[in-house]
């Protein structure tokens, strides 16, 4: 059962910049498809952004589309999620998530999900 653990999450303000981190023990992980989703209060779960296993494609939502970018090391065990010119829209509960095969924007296409970290932008 792999765990994957979210962190870097804040308070900021509009135009600045987080960093958010997704960390597993599971030695297995380079090899999984890894997504960002995010849920803001009283709204659906909605896809941010996913990377390949091995190239490491990515692919990104209309929304966040030239202000986040999604990378991974694998040396770390670890995806991270740059987020750039944050707005208040942003603000939301970011989770990671693990596929092994599908590369999808569905929440039901992965397999494996955090406990989220908490992303907060004021205007």
């Known amino acids: 059962q792999m765990q994957l653990v979210e962190s870097g999450g804040g308070l900021v303000q509009a135009g600045d910049s987080l960093r958010l981190s997704c960390a597993a023990s599971e030695r297995t992980f380079s090899s999984y498809i890894i997504g960002w989703f995010r849920q803001a209060p009283g709204k659906e779960r909605e896809f941010v952004a996913r990377?390949?296993?091995?190239?490491?494609?990515?692919y990104y939502a209309d929304s966040v589309k030239g202000r986040f970018t999604i990378s991974r090391d694998s040396t770390k065990n670890a995806v991270y999620l740059q987020m750039n010119s944050l707005q208040p829209e942003d603000t939301a509960v970011y989770y990671c998530?693990?596929?092994?095969?599908?590369?999808?924007?569905?929440?039901?296409?992965?397999?494996?999900w955090g406990q989220g970290t908490q992303v907060t932008v004021s205007s």
């Open positions: 998530a693990a596929s092994r095969f599908i590369h999808g924007t569905d929440r039901a296409h992965y397999n494996y």
């Open positions: 990377i390949g296993a091995s190239v490491g494609l990515t």
